[in-house]
């Protein structure tokens, strides 16, 4: 658990999916110690329990599937009656796939899209549906990707999933703000998570390297000299969902040490 301790989030209520690992996990971990309650939301509802009573009181675990409406539903409602609202949502839920366009398939293809895209639009509308009914305004942080802005290969599928992350901020953010509802996204560059360990092993194995040698290299190419900490893309989220953050509506920001400009 983090060791910063402020009140910034004191009486919000967070749900946050892909909760249970890397980035989501660190975004639940910094919201409870700035004082919100927190949902931790992820496939393996047993997992986000367990995470849940690590991280302290007042976060909850459930089981979510993003791609599926009957979860996304019984998610938001055991939310809802555990911590009575929700104030700020976090979709931090994602897949990556090593994809060459030479041989992606539509299979593989629309399963990213259905996690990565449609996973966003309608967790976004569910949340979104309670928070207009509450009128209590609301944040909600989606996370894309440096590979959203600039392509980055063998991974069309994911590079344009994430892309559409930054078009779904940006309509849903224009659209939600006359209710209060701040949306916006965070561009990661590369973070230390296990997703990254899946790209290591996958494009290591097609490319004939050792486990590690791809994130060596890739570390070695960001201007700030290592990957990102989860921790850091949990900082910027805390900001965004903070009151700090009231008059910010439809941006993307890159945490990124440097690897993209403006
Ligand atoms: N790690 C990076 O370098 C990086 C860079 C840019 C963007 N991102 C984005 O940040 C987010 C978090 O990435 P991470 O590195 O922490 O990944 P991660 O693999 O560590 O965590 C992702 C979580 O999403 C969950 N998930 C997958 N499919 C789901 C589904 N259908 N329903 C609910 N949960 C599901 C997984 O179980 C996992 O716990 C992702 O959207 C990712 O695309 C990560």
């Not at 675990?61 to 979860?71: F, I, Y």
């Not at 055991?78 to 929700?86: D, T």
């Not at 009128?135 to 440096?146: D, P, T, W, Y």
Request: hydrophobic share 45%; aromatic share 6%.
């Amino acid at each position: 658990m983090t060791s910063i301790q402020t009140s910034r989030l004191s009486g919000k209520v967070a749900l946050v999916t892909g909760g249970a690992s890397g980035i989501g996990k660190a975004v639940c971990e910094r919201f409870a110690a700035e004082g919100a309650k927190v949902v931790v939301a992820d496939l393996d509802g047993e997992r986000c329990t367990g995470l849940a009573k690590a991280i302290g009181p007042d976060v909850w675990g459930v089981a979510l599937d993003v791609t599926s409406q009957e979860s996304i539903d019984a998610a938001v409602r055991f939310s809802l009656e555990a911590a009575g609202q929700i104030d700020i949502l976090v979709n931090a839920a994602g897949i990556y796939e090593v994809q060459s366009i030479l041989e992606i398939s539509r299979e593989r293809t629309a399963r990213v899209f259905e996690v990565n895209i449609e996973g966003v639009i309608f967790m976004t509308q569910a949340v979104a549906r309670h928070m207009v009914e509450r009128a209590e305004g609301g944040r909600i942080i989606n996370f894309s990707s440096q590979a959203g802005r600039r392509g980055e290969g063998p991974a069309v599928a994911y590079c344009a999933s994430k892309a559409a992350v930054i078009s779904i901020t940006q309509s849903c953010a224009l659209e939600l703000i006359r209710y209060g509802i701040n949306v916006n996204a965070i561009a990661p560059g590369v973070v230390d998570t296990p997703m990254w360990d899946v790209v290591d092993a996958k494009l290591g194995s097609r490319e004939g390297l050792q486990p590690g040698e791809v994130k060596r290299r890739v570390a070695a190419a960001v201007p700030a000299g290592r990957f990102g900490r989860p921790e850091e893309q949990a900082a910027m989220a805390a900001f965004l969902a903070g009151p700090d953050a009231a008059y910010i509506v439809a941006q993307c920001y890159n945490v990124d040490g440097g690897n993209v400009m403006g």
